[in-house]
C-alpha cells in the first residue's frame, strides 16, 4: 500500500516559482511506481499536469505547463517533485500526485492505482 502526502502548495504572484513535494508512506517505496501530478481547477475536472516513469527515463507534460513546469524524483528520499516556474494565474488549482504500476500513457486517471488528498495553489495576477 502506498500513501501519498503531497506539500508545498501555496499564494504565489503570476512570474514567481513554487516546488511541490509528494512523499511516499507506507511499507513500500516508489521505486516501482510511475508518478504522475495532476490538478483540478475550480469548477473544473481534474486534468493531467506531468509524469515520470519508474527510472526517470521518460517525463511527459500536458501542453499548458511545458517549457515551465518540471517533473523530478528522488528514489532514494522517496519522493517526487513538481517545479513549476513562471506560473500563470491558469495554473490555480489543487495538485495531486499519484502512483501508477501498470504500462500506459500515464496521462489518464484511470491508469493510477493510488493517489495523495492534494495541495492548493494560487497564482494571482
Known amino acids: 500500500q502506498v500513501q501519498l502526502v503531497e506539500s508545498g502548495g501555496g499564494l504565489v504572484q503570476a512570474g514567481d516559482s513554487l516546488r511541490l513535494s509528494c512523499a511516499a508512506t507506507g511499507l513500500t517505496t516508489i521505486n516501482t511506481y510511475n508518478m504522475g501530478w495532476f490538478r483540478q481547477a475550480p469548477g473544473k475536472e481534474r486534468e493531467f499536469v506531468a509524469a515520470?516513469?519508474?527510472?526517470?527515463?521518460?517525463?511527459y507534460y500536458a501542453d499548458s505547463v511545458k517549457g515551465r513546469f518540471i517533473i523530478s524524483r528522488d528514489n532514494f528520499k522517496n519522493t517526487v517533485y513538481l517545479q513549476m516556474n513562471n506560473m500563470k494565474p491558469e495554473d490555480t488549482a489543487v495538485y495531486y500526485c499519484a502512483a501508477s504500476l501498470r504500462y500506459g500513457t500515464l496521462r489518464r486517471e484511470g491508469e493510477y492505482d493510488y493517489w495523495g488528498q492534494g495541495t492548493k495553489v494560487t497564482v494571482s495576477s
Open positions: 515520470i516513469t519508474r527510472g526517470a527515463a521518460r517525463l
